[in-house]
């Protein structure tokens, strides 16, 4: 089939490269001039690991291609998926304005019949109000709009697109739905479970799976707080519990708690969406949700203010860590960098070390090259993305960089055992410090 995929950032470029590996030829488009050239070079924009050789393989194939030009998808495509960001309005709601940017391109270049896949994250409600607008500016032309939602994850976006756990497919038509099955056939025939609904369930579904995640996240967090406050050890307690099969061990990783570009932007749209339309039990969940993780930032940055006596000011803090999770060079509504934040505006001087993420743009925050120069003199060392390279590091070479030796681990994952026999005072906040 010929297919087009409107927007190349982690979702698109994602999307556009397993389309092509599905069989399907495939036309990314994107406003970014420059990033069209790097992608038709077969180069990835972002750190995610399999995107490029995916890339690179089907644009030598001569499969993918990405252009600027809208008018080379338009009549060409059978399907155009969208793709484009959704971003968080300073209301909470969802910004629309790219998705209403691509109909309003797109719409007026359509003549014959086509499908427009909606796979950005959208308040529900909208799909119909995006059909409306195509049926008024390409009337007679025949485009049929499903909502075909989204779940892959950033540091696995391949895999995830390539076998997903399951394909929602919302739809006000069979032959538009027989369009999407046919897209899809090659993971549908090796089993990939499908939810066929309406196009509100589908849209719903997605917004439902990040909040859920979210809830378990504060859940877990919650119970930190109080595994802190009975003597309690949070992480034993997610093991026993996560062995419920009903209940599941992943997503319940207690500590700083979820960023990212997803997960609070799309509960804080669920959360205005819910207030639209009267809903306002769900509304108040999330907002339990939302603060326990807002929380979980605050507290981190008071421990580490504690363990400095009190007062940050001239005070050293190394930060391990940046991006949002590990895995990514993303840093969108990183805890990691809020708690670096918070801390340089209580007047510490903040360094930060990630393998992977930049950190130029946080204020009064400075960028290390290496876990040594991050560590060095360091007053307390705060770790708050948990990237693998970080459990091999060797506490008894890094004491003796630091001034004080004192380790907040904010993602419960280092072995503190290890760091506190070779002298390292370990604070992992839901976990009793035993000594040992
Ligand atoms: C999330 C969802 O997991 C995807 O299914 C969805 O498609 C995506 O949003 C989206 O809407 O586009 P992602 O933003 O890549 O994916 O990140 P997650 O892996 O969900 O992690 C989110 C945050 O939760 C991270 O900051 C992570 O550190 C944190 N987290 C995760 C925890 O604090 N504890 C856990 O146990 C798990």
Redesign the pocket.
Known sequence: MKVAVIGTN??GAAHAAGMADFGHEVIGVEIDPRRVELLNAGRSTIFEEGLEPLLTKHTASGRLRFTTDYAEIADWADVHFVCVGTPQSDSGAADLSQVRAVVDTLGPLLTRPTVVAGKS?VPVGTAPALQARFDELAPGAGVEVVWNP??????HAVT?TLRPDRIVLGARTPAALATMRDVYALPLSEGVPVVECDIATAELI?VA??AF?AT??SF?NAMAQMCQAAGGDVTLLADAIGYDRRIGR??????????????PK?IAALSARATELGVHVLADFIGAVQSINDDQRREIADLAEASLGGDARGQRVAVLGAA??PG?DDTRN??ALTVAELLAARGAHVTVFDPEASVESVPGVTASASVEECLSDADVVLHL?EWPLFRQLDPAALIELVRRPVLIDGRLKLDAAKWRSAGWSVIQPGRPALEG
């Open positions: 982690y979702l994250t989204e779940f892959l994850r950033e540091a995830d997605k799976a990040n995640l378990k996240i877990i992943e997503f319940l990783n207690a500590g700083l708690g979820f960023g990212g570009g997803c997960l799309d949002f999770k990514t990183s805890p993305t």
